[in-house]
């Protein structure tokens, strides 16, 4: 038979286990970081993030560009002027809507197909340069993945750039 000092001792070891297992993470624990589970990537250095930047592309060579743009200012609208994908200037298509961001706004290229882009360097499986331009905030460039039209972008309006 187990005497009380045994049953104790056991006792602090099982239900200290858990809070020790606790003690080994810090403050730059995984649960303290930004995830990002989209394939996108994002950046948030400027008054507009640009988050889960990437092209979708329907034919070797064109792509529609997929970002949602985040205004952080309370107090002014920005808006998208251009955008170029490795040097080369995409085509902004008017006629998908507004590329005004207002304050604490947002703006999702993804959904209106609003820029279509051309590059040899646009296939399924590369990496491209996509430089965004707003009329107030600084321009930001990233180093976005080339996605293929289907599974989860299938739904994105991919037009062949002019």
Same mark, same amino acid.
Do not use: W
């Given at each position: ?6 049953? /104790? ?21 995984? /649960? !303290? ?15 507009? !993030?640009?988050?889960?930047? =990437? ?19 309370? %107090?002014?609208?920005?808006? =998208?002027?251009?955008?170029?994908? !490795? ?23 993804? /959904? /209106? ?15 491209? !340069? ?7 905030? @600084? ?11 289907? %599974? ?6 991919? @037009?062949?750039?002019?």
């Amino acid at each position: 038979m187990i005497n009380l000092r045994s049953r /104790t001792a056991l006792a602090a070891v099982i239900l200290g286990v858990p809070a020790l297992a606790g003690c080994s993470t810090n403050f730059g624990a995984p /649960t !303290d970081q930004v995830y990002n589970p989209a394939r996108g990537v994002n950046d948030r250095s400027g008054r507009v !993030d640009v988050l889960n930047a =990437l092209v979708v592309s329907g034919t070797d060579g064109s792509g529609t560009v997929v970002a949602t743009l985040v205004n952080n200012e309370s %107090g002014e609208s920005d808006r =998208l002027v251009s955008v170029a994908v !490795d040097g080369a200037t995409a085509n902004i298509n008017a006629g998908a809507g507004s590329t005004d961001i207002g304050p604490l706004g947002y703006l999702n290229l993804g /959904t /209106t197909g609003a820029v279509s882009a051309s590059s040899i360097r646009i296939v399924p499986g590369n990496f491209v !340069d996509i430089a965004f331009t707003f009329q107030r905030g @600084k321009a930001i460039t990233v180093h976005a993945p080339v996605v293929p039209h289907s %599974g989860d972008y299938e739904d994105v309006p991919v @037009k062949q750039a002019r």
